[in-house]
């Protein structure tokens, strides 16, 4: 489509027809928050190009994009600043927001207009995170709990986004930053001390899962005793640390943990699956063990004399 066609279907968006949009489909929601983390495909053409000079289309997983960091072109950062959470728009930049009067060789030629399709899968706001982050202890005791809880599960989110990808070192991290950031909370009264305790629950059964895919089984029971500290009951947390006592051979206890789930959820097939695999690990372990007995005392009584 010539540029020109699409500039009569486009709003200006700073007054100046630097950067023209058209909403192709609209999100909801608030906009996109300064200094927000976002997780967006986007395409670049050149007008009368078919095939885009870049996109991250191909990407099973694109990656998490800082604004004021990891978006480098002008217009696209203050194009994102007016997108809600699943918009897809079209957006046209004038050189001075795109790639200036030097262009990109050999891909974009000197003083281009640009066609980026730009669509929002979802954002966190990270901004409130780095500024909570840069204060002192000090300062973060005095800060409104609920803004420490805020910060908390966005940090969560964004462990949960790299858990996803099966990125678990990265969810690791971002669990831990949030738990350590709780754990440092000075609290005043017992509703504060509950408010922290019902944050940590999920940040501890969130680690304990992914210490299990990091092959990690003696972490993994750590965080879900954490757990089990704050709620005894919790079906998750058993089934975590059934898990870990399954990996660590320690079968007795994994049955243990799995028959207390069980009984507050009888028909869950996770559970009951899991049981049945640790009764039968159960089984050939304490085979293997009567057959190295039968071995050890038989070679005790030594050769059978005639």
């Known amino acids: 489509i010539p540029f020109e066609q699409l500039r009569q279907q486009m709003n200006d968006i700073l007054g100046d027809g630097g950067i023209l949009k058209e909403v192709v489909h609209p999100g909801e929601g608030p906009p996109v928050p300064q200094n927000a983390s976002v997780l967006i495909h986007y395409s670049g053409f050149l007008e009368y190009s078919d095939h885009p000079f870049e996109t991250t289309v191909n990407f099973k997983y694109p990656q998490m994009m800082k604004l004021g960091r ?13 997108m809600q959470k699943g918009e897809f728009s079209r957006f046209l930049f004038q050189p001075q927001y795109a790639y200036g009067d030097m262009g990109c060789p050999p891909f974009i030629p000197s003083s281009a207009v640009v066609l980026y ?14 500024d909570f982050v840069a204060l002192s202890p000090e300062e973060q005791n005095t800060v409104p709990l609920s803004t420490l809880l805020e910060v908390v599960n966005t940090l969560r989110s964004f462990g949960n986004r790299c858990f996803n990808q099966s ?9 831990k930053q949030a738990m350590m950031l709780l754990g440092s909370r000075e609290t005043q009264s ?8 019902k944050a940590l629950l999920p940040l501890y059964l969130n680690l304990s899962l992914t210490e299990l895919r990091l092959d990690s089984p003696r972490k993994a029971l750590k965080y879900g005793n954490k757990a089990l500290e704050i ?13 870990a006592y399954l990996d660590l051979h320690e079968y007795e206890s994994a049955q243990d943990c799995l028959i207390t789930a069980q009984a507050k959820r009888p028909f869950d097939s996770d559970i009951n699956n899991l049981l049945r695999k640790v009764a039968m690990c159960y089984k050939d372990s304490l085979d293997k063990q ?16 005639m």
């Open 70 to 82: 990891d978006v480098t072109l002008v217009g696209l950062e203050l194009g994102l600043l007016t």
């Open 231 to 243: 709620d005894s009951g919790n079906t998750k947390a058993l089934f975590r640390c059934g898990q």
């Open 167 to 175: 990125r678990y070192d990265n969810a690791k991290d971002r669990y």
């Open 290 to 305: 009567k057959d190295m007995y039968s071995k050890m005392f038989r070679g005790l009584r030594g050769p059978v004399k």
């Open 190 to 197: 017992d509703a504060e001390k509950e408010g922290i305790k």
């Open 117 to 130: 399709e730009v669509q929002i899968l979802d954002f966190l706001d990270s901004g409130q995170v780095d």
